[in-house]
C-alpha cells in the first residue's frame, strides 16, 4: 500500500523565494498534519485538517505560512516569503478520523533557505 | 500547555545491552500515548497505549503505562544495530482530534 506522499524530497533556495510543498495522504485517511521538525525544537505540530477543513492551526508560526487542502487527496504549505529560520525537515502525516488511530508520517521535505 | 519529556536525551549501548527508555507528560484530559521510531526519514509508529498497566509487545520492543505517575517505558531487549534510531513519545487528548504533542526523543546507537 502507498504511505503518505510527500514532494519535494530536498528545496534549496534562496530567502524571499516562495516555496510550496506537497502532500499526498494514504487513501481513505480523513486527518492530514503538517509538522516541522528542527534540531532546537524537536517535532512541531503546524497544522492540522479533518475532512478538509483546518481544524487547528495554532502552530502556524506566522502569516508567512499557509496551508490549504482543496481536496482529501492533496494538501500543501505554501512560505512567502521564505527565510533562512525556515529550514527544517517538513512531515505531512495522515489517520483515519476516529479514537485509537494512530498517525502515518511521510518522508518529509528537507527545506533550505540561504 | 501539554508537556512531553524523554529521557536520556542520548544512550550508547552495545549489540545485545537491553535499553529501557523514559517517557513523562503532562496533559490535560489524556487520551492516549504513542511511541514512535525514527531512521533517517520518517517517524514510524510503533505503539499506542491508552491503560494503564497493560503491556503491549512487538518482537523485541515491548512498552507500558501508567496513567498515576504519568509515565511509560520503552523497552528493547537483545539490541541490534538496526535499532538505533530516535525513538519519540507523544501524547494525545480527549478534546483536541488527533492532535499530538512530541518529546524531543532518545538518540539510541547501538554499537557491534
Known amino acids: 500500500d502507498a504511505g503518505v506522499i510527500q514532494s519535494p524530497r530536498h528545496e534549496v533556495t534562496e530567502m524571499g523565494q516562495e516555496v510550496t510543498l506537497r502532500c499526498k495522504p494514504i487513501?481513505?485517511?480523513?486527518?492530514l498534519f503538517w509538522y516541522r521538525q528542527t534540531m532546537m525544537r524537536g517535532l512541531e505540530l503546524l497544522i492540522y485538517?479533518?475532512?478538509?477543513?483546518?481544524?487547528?492551526d495554532s502552530g502556524m508560526p506566522e502569516d508567512r505560512f499557509s496551508a490549504k487542502m482543496p481536496n482529501a487527496s492533496f494538501s500543501t504549505l505554501k512560505i512567502q516569503p521564505s527565510e533562512p529560520r525556515d529550514s527544517a525537515v517538513y512531515f505531512c502525516?495522515?489517520?483515519?478520523?476516529?479514537?485509537?488511530?494512530?498517525?502515518?508520517f511521510g518522508d518529509g521535505t528537507r527545506l533550505s533557505i540561504l | 500547555e501539554d508537556k512531553v519529556v524523554q529521557s536520556p536525551l542520548s544512550l550508547v549501548v552495545h549489540e545485545g545491552d537491553t535499553v529501557t527508555l523514559n517517557c513523562s507528560y503532562e496533559v490535560t484530559n489524556f487520551r492516549s500515548l504513542l511511541w514512535y521510531k525514527q531512521e533517517k526519514k520518517a517517524p514510524t509508529f510503533l505503539f499506542m497505549l491508552?491503560?494503564?498497566?497493560i503491556e503491549k509487545k512487538s518482537g523485541r520492543l515491548s512498552s507500558i503505562l501508567d496513567k498515576k505517575e504519568l509515565f511509560s517505558i520503552l523497552n528493547i531487549t537483545a539490541t541490534q544495530t538496526g535499532d538505533s534510531a530516535i525513538y519519540l513519545c507523544a501524547v494525545e487528548r480527549e478534546t483536541s482530534g488527533s492532535r499530538l504533542t512530541f518529546g524531543e526523543g532518545t538518540q539510541l546507537t547501538v554499537n557491534p
Open positions: 491508552t491503560s494503564s498497566g
Open positions: 502525516a495522515s489517520s483515519p478520523l476516529g479514537v485509537g488511530q494512530p498517525q502515518h
Open positions: 487513501s481513505g485517511h480523513n486527518s
Open positions: 485538517f479533518n475532512n478538509n477543513v483546518p481544524i487547528d
